[in-house]
C-alpha cells in the first residue's frame, strides 16, 4: 500500500536500483573477462592499476559526501553506469558510425577519417553523452536524491570514475603489447596519477549544471539544463583530447604541456568541491531557519545540526548519554531531509506526497529531540542519587 510521504515509492527506487547494481556488476565481470584476453597473463596487475585512481576519486568523493551522507546504493550506480552501460553505449555508437562512412566513402577513407576526427569530434560528445544521460534520467526518477549541485558533482565525478576504470582496462593492456612494461609505467602514469580526474571533471560539469537547475526549479528545468552541462563538458573533453594529440611530437614540451593541463583541470574539480559544499551546508542552514522561524527548531538547534562545529560538539555532548550518540545521529540525518523537504516544497517539487513526508520527520525529530533529553534527564537524575557514580 502506498503511503502518503512517499516512502513506498522511495523503497521500490532503492530495490530497482540495487537489481540494476547487481546486473552491472555482473556486465563489469564480463567486460574484465573479455579484456583478460589480451592482459598477457598481467589481468591482476592490470585490474588493480585500473582500479587505483577509481579508488582514489570514490575515496575523495566519499569526504566530500561526509556533510549529507548518501545512501551507498546512489554512490555505487552512477560508478558502474560509468564502467559498463556508458562503455557499451559508446562502442555500439562509435561501430555504427564507423559502419555507416564505411559504407559511404568505403573502409580505407572511413578509417583515414575516424583515425583524424574520432579523437575531437566524435569521442568527446559520444562519451559524455553516454555519461551524462544517466544523469538526466537519475533527475527524473529520483529527484528527492538530487537537490543540489554538489549531488550532481557527486554522481558525475562517480560516473567519470567507473568510465575510465574500463578504459584503462584497454589503455594498460595496449601499451603492455606497444612497450612491455616501460610503455605499461608510462601509461600508468599519465593516466593514473597524472590525469585520473579527468572523466570525472567532464560528467561532473554536467551534473553541476543539472544539479543547479533542480535546486531551483522544478524537474524539467533539470532535464532542460543537461544539455549545457554536456555541452561543457564536452568541450574540456574536446581540448584535452586536441592537446594531447597535437603536442605529441614536441617531446618533453609537450609532456610539460599535457601535465599543466592535466593540473588545471585538477584544480577545477577540486575548487568545485569544496565550494559546492560550502554552498550545501549554507543553503541547509537556511532551510533550517525556516523551521526556527515556524517555532520548529530552537536557534541552538539551528547551530547545532546547521554547522560543522555544531554538530561535533554535539556529538562530544551526546556520547556523554545512555543512548546520545544514536540519537544524535538519527536527528542529524532527520534534519538533512527536513532541509531537503524544505527546499523541494519552495521550488514547488514534490507536491503533497513532500508536504507529507515534511510533516513526518517534524514530527520524527520532536520525537528524538524527547529521547534525547529523557536520556540526558536520566543520567542528571541518576547522578543526583548516587553522585560518586559520575
Known amino acids: 500500500m502506498s503511503r502518503p510521504d512517499g516512502s513506498t515509492g522511495e523503497l521500490v527506487r532503492i530495490i530497482l536500483a540495487s537489481i540494476a547494481i547487481g546486473l552491472l556488476g555482473f556486465g563489469l565481470l564480463l567486460i574484465i573477462l573479455f579484456q583478460s584476453l589480451t592482459f598477457n597473463g598481467l589481468g591482476i596487475l592490470i585490474v588493480l592499476l585500473s582500479l587505483v585512481p577509481m579508488a582514489f576519486i570514490f575515496l575523495v568523493v566519499l569526504w566530500f559526501n561526509r556533510w549529507k551522507k548518501r545512501n551507498p546504493v546512489w554512490l555505487v550506480l552512477p560508478l558502474l553506469w560509468g564502467a559498463v552501460m556508458a562503455i557499451v553505449f559508446t562502442i555500439v555508437v562509435q561501430t555504427l558510425g564507423f559502419l555507416g562512412s ?14 583524424l576526427l574520432y579523437p575531437v569530434l566524435g569521442a568527446p560528445p559520444i562519451e559524455e ?6 544523469l538526466a534520467v537519475f533527475a527524473l526518477a529520483a529527484r528527492r536524491h538530487f537537490t543540489g549541485p ?31 612494461f616501460v610503455g605499461l609505467a608510462i601509461t600508468f602514469v599519465l593516466r593514473g596519477i597524472v590525469s585520473p ?21 522544478q524537474w524539467w528545468a533539470a532535464i532542460l539544463a543537461w544539455p549545457l552541462g554536456w555541452s561543457v563538458g564536452t568541450f574540456l ?10 603536442v605529441g611530437g614536441l617531446g618533453i614540451l609537450g ?26 551546508v549554507r543553503k541547509d542552514r537556511a532551510m533550517l531557519d525556516e523551521y526556527r522561524q515556524a517555532g520548529w527548531l530552537t536557534p541552538a538547534e539551528v547551530d547545532t545540526f546547521g554547522t560543522w562545529r555544531g554538530r561535533s560538539q554535539g556529538k562530544r555532548w551526546a556520547a556523554g548519554y545512555h543512548g546520545g550518540a544514536d540519537t544524535f545521529k538519527k ?16 521550488v514547488h517539487a514534490g507536491g503533497e506526497v513532500e508536504r507529507e513526508r515534511e510533516k513526518k520527520l517534524l514530527t520524527d525529530f520532536a520525537t528524538q529531540r524527547t529521547q534525547l533529553m529523557n536520556s540526558v534527564n536520566s543520567a542528571h537524575s541518576y547522578q543526583a542519587h548516587y553522585p560518586g557514580a559520575y
Do not use: C, P
Open 102 to 115: 564505411t559504407l559511404v566513402i568505403g573502409f580505407d577513407s572511413s578509417q583515414s577519417l575516424f583515425d
Open 331 to 346: 536527528m542529524v540525518r532527520t534534519t538533512i531531509n527536513l532541509a531537503n523537504a524544505r527546499q523541494r516544497i519552495n
Open 150 to 180: 554538489l549531488d550532481g558533482f557527486i554522481y558525475g565525478s562517480l560516473v567519470g570514475a567507473g568510465f575510465a576504470f574500463t578504459e584503462n582496462l584497454q589503455y594498460l593492456s595496449g601499451s603492455f603489447d606497444e612497450g612491455q
Open 255 to 280: 609532456l610539460l604541456i599535457i601535465v599543466g593541463l592535466a593540473l588545471v583541470y585538477a584544480v577545477i574539480w577540486y575548487s568545485l568541491a569544496f565550494v559546492l559544499r560550502w554552498l550545501e
Open 197 to 217: 580526474l579527468s572523466h570525472s571533471l567532464f560528467t561532473a560539469v554536467a551534473g553541476v549544471v543539472t544539479g543547479f537547475a533542480a535546486a531551483r526549479w
Open 237 to 246: 573533453h574536446a581540448l584535452w583530447n586536441f592537446m594531447a594529440g597535437a
Open 129 to 134: 553523452g553516454a555519461k551524462g544521460i544517466f
